[in-house]
T-cell receptor, first 115, second 113 residues
Framework: KAGVTQTPRYLIKTRGQQVTLSCSPI?????VSWYQQTPGQGLQFLFEYFSETQRNKGNFPGRFSGRQFSNSRSEMNVSTLELGDSALYLC??????????????FGPGTRLTVL | DQQVKQNSPSLSVQEGRISILNCDYT??????FLWYKKYPAEGPTFLISISSIKDKNEDGRFTVFLNKSAKHLSLHIVPSQPGDSAVYFCAASGQGSGDKLTFGTGTRLAVRP
């Protein structure tokens, strides 16, 4: 079974631009969660989508948004990029729920650099 | 407010010895705990988990211990191998569907040959 895939793997943008990241979950998984990883901050939860609906949201500004398609693929968008948005963005999929006892499987991440 | 804390950013251990990674949490509603391992340029991979109804779970060289009264869990790796060198994250959630996973800041383990 193919794992979680994320595209692109690396991205360089300038301040003020917007960016869209893509995530394809493991086949059959309906939940997709997004995380931001920065040095010293661990993985910060952005949001979770399940069956095309946002089910949970972390404490990030409205510049961060996402969506999920009927095939469970998900996209994350960041508008008006700031230098502090430079991070590794990780996507994780699970069969049913982001929390509880359902294990999340992570993709390799997209490394975003904002200049 | 950091609800899951890994107070040791790094740990160095000799090959063959025991590695002990610690994690503390503050939210008493957490009742499911996981450890993930992360190599550079890769996403975290699931290692082992434990439910709050247990105080120990073992999988090969990896054992997780949970002390609910102290809100503390630890990951023991015995014996440690150089390939175990990675960043280890602990994570916690409630048992409810849709409860998000809260991660610690990670501990970088270096196993010296």
């Amino acid at each position: 079974k193919a794992g979680v895939t994320q595209t692109p793997r690396y991205l360089i943008k300038t301040r003020g631009q917007q960016v869209t990241l893509s995530c394809s979950p493991i086949s059959g998984h309906r939940s997709v969660s997004w995380y931001q990883q920065t040095p010293g901050q661990g993985l910060q939860f952005l949001f979770e989508y399940f069956s095309e609906t946002q089910r949970n949201k972390g404490n990030f500004p409205g510049r961060f948004s996402g969506r999920q398609f009927s095939n469970s693929r998900s996209e994350m968008n960041v508008s008006t990029l700031e230098l502090g948005d430079s991070a590794l963005y990780l996507c994780a999929s699970s069969f049913s729920a982001a929390g509880g006892s359902d294990t999340q499987y992570f993709g390799p991440g997209t490394r975003l650099t904002v200049l | 407010d950091q609800q899951v804390k890994q107070n040791s950013p790094s740990l160095s251990v000799q090959e063959g010895r025991i590695s002990i990674l610690n994690c503390d949490y503050t939210n008493s509603m957490f009742d499911y705990f996981l450890w993930y391992k992360k190599y550079p340029a890769e996403g975290p991979t699931f290692l082992i988990s434990i439910s709050s109804i247990k105080d120990k779970n073992e999988d090969g060289r990896f054992t997780v211990f949970l002390n609910k009264s102290a809100k503390h869990l630890s990951l023991h790796i015995v014996p440690s191998q150089p390939g175990d060198s990675a960043v280890y994250f602990c994570a916690a959630s409630g048992q409810g569907s849709g409860d998000k996973l809260t991660f610690g800041t990670g501990t970088r383990l270096a196993v010296r040959p």
